[in-house]
């Protein structure tokens, strides 16, 4: 049997840590790609333009295999390090934490940093919504009307997630299909008379 449940958040979430006079702003965020990645990066450095660093860490994926830890300038992993280990530590992925940090006038030494990036991104994470998410693909499918029951009966069997339907004299749609459900929608759409599937990467 395929695994394919992991943990992620529903929404953005926020934490806070303030240690002499430095104020750590720990932002969460729900993310599936880089490019979404990229962009919330963008506009929290935008809004907080006048922080000194913006630090982040993320994992993406089922198995969590696409990650980063950035420490934006501050001691090397004294900042990325530990909001990664804070995610690693609830076992969540599909998620991205930016740390915002204005800087207070005292030094906090490394093992103040370690512990600041730590506790608000803890912060943030306590009070984030956890979810179970679904791993899947995407899979459009093209089939001729005459084979339109024969899907149908397929997708409902399964209990797939359809999304872009057109129903012509060709019909075509997308479904997302669960992991461990893959190799029994790929051998039963062999069945069906005319029918294309591909992945959508």
Same mark, same amino acid.
């Given at each position: 049997?395929?695994?394919?449940?992991?943990?992620?958040?529903?929404?953005?979430?926020?934490?806070?840590?303030?240690?002499?006079?430095?104020?750590?702003?720990? #932002?969460?965020?729900?993310?599936?790609?880089?490019?979404?990645?990229?962009?919330?990066?963008?506009?929290?450095?935008?809004?907080?333009?006048?922080?000194?660093?913006?630090?982040?860490?993320?994992?993406?994926?089922?198995? /969590?295999?696409?990650?980063?830890?950035?420490?934006?300038?501050?001691?090397?992993?004294?900042?990325?390090?530990?909001? #990664?280990?804070?995610?690693?530590?609830?076992?969540?992925?599909?998620?991205?934490?930016? !740390?915002?940090?204005?800087? /207070?006038?005292?030094?906090?030494?490394?093992?103040?940093?370690?512990?600041?990036?730590?506790?608000?991104?803890?912060?943030?994470?306590?009070?984030?919504?956890?979810?179970?998410?679904?791993?899947?693909?995407?899979?459009?499918?093209?089939?001729?009307? #005459?084979?339109?029951?024969?899907?149908?009966?397929? !997708?409902?069997?399964?209990?797939?997630?359809?999304?872009?339907?057109?129903?012509?004299?060709?019909?075509?749609?997308?479904?997302?299909?669960?992991?461990a459900q893959e190799s029994?929608?790929?051998?039963?759409?062999?069945?069906?008379?005319?029918?294309?599937?591909?992945e959508l990467l």
């Open positions: 049997m395929v695994e394919d449940t992991y943990r992620s958040i529903s929404e953005p979430s926020e934490g806070l840590f303030k240690d002499n006079g430095s104020r750590f702003i720990a #932002l969460a965020y729900p993310v599936e790609t880089e490019d979404e990645i990229k962009a919330i990066l963008d506009t929290v450095r935008k809004k907080y333009h006048d922080a000194r660093h913006h630090c982040y860490a993320y994992r993406l994926g089922l198995k /969590g295999d696409r990650f980063r830890a950035n420490d934006d300038g501050e001691p090397s992993s004294s900042a990325g390090r530990p909001i #990664l280990g804070q995610i690693d530590s609830m076992g969540l992925s599909d998620i991205l934490v930016v !740390v915002v940090r204005y800087f /207070g006038g005292i030094k906090l030494g490394i093992p103040g940093l370690i512990r600041a990036y730590k506790t608000s991104t803890s912060d943030a994470l306590e009070s984030a919504v956890i979810v179970e998410k679904i791993a899947g693909k995407d899979f459009s499918i093209r089939f001729p009307y #005459l084979s339109m029951n024969s899907v149908m009966k397929i !997708v409902k069997d399964l209990g797939l997630v359809m999304k872009n339907q057109d129903f012509g004299v060709d019909c075509a749609m997308e479904v997302r299909v669960r992991l029994s929608f790929m051998e039963k759409m062999s069945d069906v008379e005319g029918a294309e599937v591909k």
